[in-house]
């Protein structure tokens, strides 16, 4: 388990890329981490590998600190958006490089990873296109079996062959030997469909950290036909994040529980009325919307 | 075994559960069929372990399904599948419904016809 406690990190010219955050991530689970741009993401996830010293508050890796800990550090593994490798080296040299840095590098694995992905081990990585190199990160990365995996952007520039073999990678990790994916990324879409539990980062904050399936039942997308339609003070008791008005039909994105809203909303009589759970990318942008980073200020 | 659309508002594990339970109702699996094991669902459909956990659970509470210790999980016995005959026949309607309010009927004459079908008005009228 990974346990985030008021921890803080704060960079030159008064930048605190990590604010006060607080979080549980548990084991064997897949976990989303998104969040706008500059939100904290990157810098959580060096933060829970011990690359970076946190200013304040603490994160434990199953009751211990990462910092300058070799014995936690050898059972995780974190893919930077930028992978770094020995200037020169080949996909070889580099398992050779890890073998010695990580007492459970296994041989085996690695032969195995190198069956499955389509790169050649003897290549120079530096020679390599950006997703080539991206797959040589994730082969070593899965040849030490960590026992937590963190991937920062590491899907992008993935072809959807490639995604497909590290989401079977992942898979067999979580049920083989309860492996933790943390897995910051853009693409919500597939985050939804890979991940049991996300956190929704901005400035540095979380703003929720939750099941994701628990997350799409605090949404409700509704589209609803009313004869008249219902003067605004009539709809104040519901927590509308969003309406739009066509003609007769409301369309709108109200925060609460699902039965309630529905009750609440028959009671003005509506000719038809739908709710559908909001996708993972419709939440993205209406809890920032609700935190004031407005999508309609920058849409011209 | 079962399929999933990823394209789908439907959350996986949901679907997964409604693949199941359809592939009993089509006769497609029988009482004390083994299901695919979590790992190897979770492998074909390139999909998180945890969510194919969630669905199985959910099945078993249903009592579509149940699991012995170290051998898996199976189908359970037909007659506690009937009751799930109703999901479907849920899904039947709300497509006819969904038909009937797509090309404009109103919602007041819908309920007028479903209240005259429960109350026998328009029994063997045809």
């Known amino acids: 388990m990974i346990e985030i406690n008021s921890l803080t990190k704060k960079f030159q010219g008064g930048i605190t890329a990590v604010d006060e955050m607080s979080a549980y991530i548990e084991t064997g689970s897949i976990y989303g981490l998104v969040g706008s741009n500059g939100s904290g993401k990157s810098t959580l996830l060096r933060l829970i590998s011990g690359v970076y010293k946190p200013d304040n508050g603490i994160v434990l890796i199953d009751g211990t600190s990462p910092y300058e800990n070799p014995e936690v550090k050898s059972r995780l593994f974190f893919v930077s958006d930028n992978p770094y490798f020995i200037h020169q080296c080949n996909v070889m040299e580099m398992a050779k490089f890890y073998k010695m840095a990580y007492s459970r590098f296994s041989d085996e694995r690695f032969n195995y990873l190198r069956s499955v992905f389509p790169i050649d081990p003897n290549m120079r990585i530096v020679n390599m296109s ?171 | 075994m079962v399929s999933i659309d990823l394209q789908s508002r439907t959350p996986i594990y949901e679907q997964i559960v409604n693949g199941f339970s359809r592939l009993c109702l089509i006769g497609a699996l029988h009482a004390h069929d083994k299901l695919p094991s979590v ?79 429960y109350s026998g008005r328009s029994a063997g009228n045809d």
């Open chain 2, 39 to 117: 790992r190897s669902l979770a492998l074909d459909l390139g999909i998180n372990p945890n969510t194919v956990q969630k669905a199985y659970q959910i099945l078993e509470n249903k009592g579509l399904i149940y699991s012995i210790e170290g051998k898996g999980s199976f189908i359970s016995d037909e007659a506690q599948l009937s009751s799930q005959k109703y999901s479907q026949i849920c899904e039947h309607l709300k497509a006819a419904v969904t038909d009937a309010y797509t090309q404009g009927l109103p919602k007041q004459q819908a309920q007028i016809v479903l209240d005259d079908v």
């Open chain 1, 130 to 300: 950006k997703g080539m190199q991206r797959q040589a990160a994730l082969m070593l990365a899965l040849s030490v079996n960590p026992d937590y995996l963190l991937l920062d952007e590491a899907f992008d520039g993935l072809d959807p062959v490639i995604r497909q073999v590290i989401k079977r990678l992942l898979a067999d990790g979580i049920t083989e030997h309860n492996m933790t994916a943390i897995i910051s990324s853009h693409n919500l879409r597939e985050l939804e469909d890979l991940c049991d539990h996300v956190g929704l980062l901005h400035k540095g904050k979380f703003i929720f950290n939750r099941e994701l399936d628990d997350i799409k039942l605090t949404i409700q997308k509704v589209q609803g036909v009313f004869n008249p339609v219902p003067p605004p003070e009539k709809l104040k008791d519901l927590n509308i994040l969003r309406i739009t008005q066509q003609g007769s039909l409301l369309n709108m994105i109200i925060r609460g529980d699902r039965e309630e809203i529905r009750q609440k909303l028959n009671q003005l009589n509506p000719t038809f009325l739908e709710m559908v759970p909001p996708t993972l990318e419709e939440i993205f942008i209406y809890e920032l919307e609700a935190a004031n980073y407005d999508v309609n200020s920058i849409l011209l």
